[in-house]
């Protein structure tokens, strides 16, 4: 390991061949990577940079930051799958070489290599990296903004206008990212810190100012001008849209309260284990350790309260629970403190279950004709069914966590944990190379062959009964004069001057099949296609 994580620059080139390659093997994936990579296609199409667009519409849900991080690797890269996933690629490069650094300033370079190790043999902190998706910048501006607070709260011979510069400079990055919940939930932070040291506050009047005025200037490069230029039309749809996602449930996204501590249980371990050792009696007692743990139980009580819950919601907790682990890791090596039986336990069930799992996905698939007939959903029945050349060694990644898990049990000894975050990474890579190109294919690969297609074709295309934005991105549809082009009911029932292909799932066939002139072309993977003709033709 200190080999591979030497200095800054052999993490940085680690992470390139981990995170830069088969950015591009699979089509992105519907909803958040094909809508992000959408708004910033419709950028570059409509050369309107500076709103945020949907099927060339106001989209008042997110601030435009990861937009244009994607227009500029779109224009280096052109409009594709690779392209929209290369600033997360760039993000986990730079997250490493920053935990690495950070990790040698709090403690030492052995602590460095330990957290950039736990980062990147963390699953999902691993997955998020080769998407498409806002959070990973989202997280990293936030957590920057954090680290450099804490020095105002806990040191006084530093630059301290300088780190409240710093401190504003980031947190006003996040809301460019995402939105105003970044203020939110260093605020709550903050008041956490102060409560539990009896109300000192630690900052006085002007750091304080300089915090305020730098994140309002950074938000206000694009709230403030578009508010100028456009008026307040996004600003309140966007307002709106944050409330709603706070206090009402998505009808697709109203999970139980628990929701996302099975997710960081589950999906970030073996870090997720480690750590629980730490969050509950940490051998180290330095403020920032205070801050990571003070941020974890903040973001993970916010979004179990928030009525919407998303797996990305809790993706900022990636960054505690891995410090926290490498809390322990480093302690443990240095023989400080003892790693209690009942973890073990709780790490060799869910580590052995995870690694079965990706084992026997291909198996499951191979075999499927022996339990198909348990699934009673239409389109999940259609698209299981698809012909996909599954073979046993897509579940090389299952078998090299096992691997790893076993070995680790079978010693219980230190020396064996960085084995065991390796085939995590090794797990992960491999899925994304064997298994997600086979999943994608199945579950949506017959809906974006299609809609690929008529990218050359002088038409309309759309979805019935079921919410995508495949078909924006993937038929690269143009700018429009015509604003009935987004009215569902024209495209189906009006007097089209165009011809109008639809795309639906085997459950809604039928409707579709009796609407007046249209033409049923194929089904296949449990989507059925349709054109419908102007009437002059």
Partial sequence: MKLVFRNEYTIALLAALLFIPF???????DWDEINFAESAREMIESHNYFSVQIDYQQFGQKPPLFFWMQVLSMKTFGI????????NAICGIITLVCLFRIGKRLHNKAFGRIWALVYIGTFLSFFYFKS???DPWFNLFIFLGIYYFHFLTSQSNINRLFYAFLTGLFIGLAVLTKGPVAILICVLCYSTYVALHRFKFFINWKEFLIILLTTFIVCFAWFGIDLINNGPEFLISFIQYQITLLTTGDADHGEPFFYHWIVLLVGCFPASIFMIKSIFSSPNKIPFTKWMSILF???????????TKIVHYSSLCYFPITYLTAITLYYWQQGKIKFPIILNIMLSVIGILLAIIFAAIPFIMIYKNMWIHLVTHPFAKAYIQASNAWVWIDGLGGILLLIGVLNYLISKKQNRVPILFISVTACCFLTIVLIAPKIEAMSQGANIEFFKTKQREDCYVTTYEYKSYAHFFYTQKKPFTNKQTTDEHWLLYGDIDKPVYV????????????IHGMQKLYEKNGFVFYKRLPKMQ
């Fill in 503 to 514: 795309s639906t799932q085997i459950q809604y066939a039928p409707i579709v099949d009796s």
């Fill in 23 to 29: 950015l591009g093997y699979v089509h992105l994936f």
């Fill in 132 to 134: 498409g998706i806002i």
């Fill in 297 to 307: 139980w903040v973001v993970l009580l916010l979004f179990s309260i928030v009525k």
């Fill in 80 to 87: 594709n799958e690779f392209a929209a996933r290369f600033p």
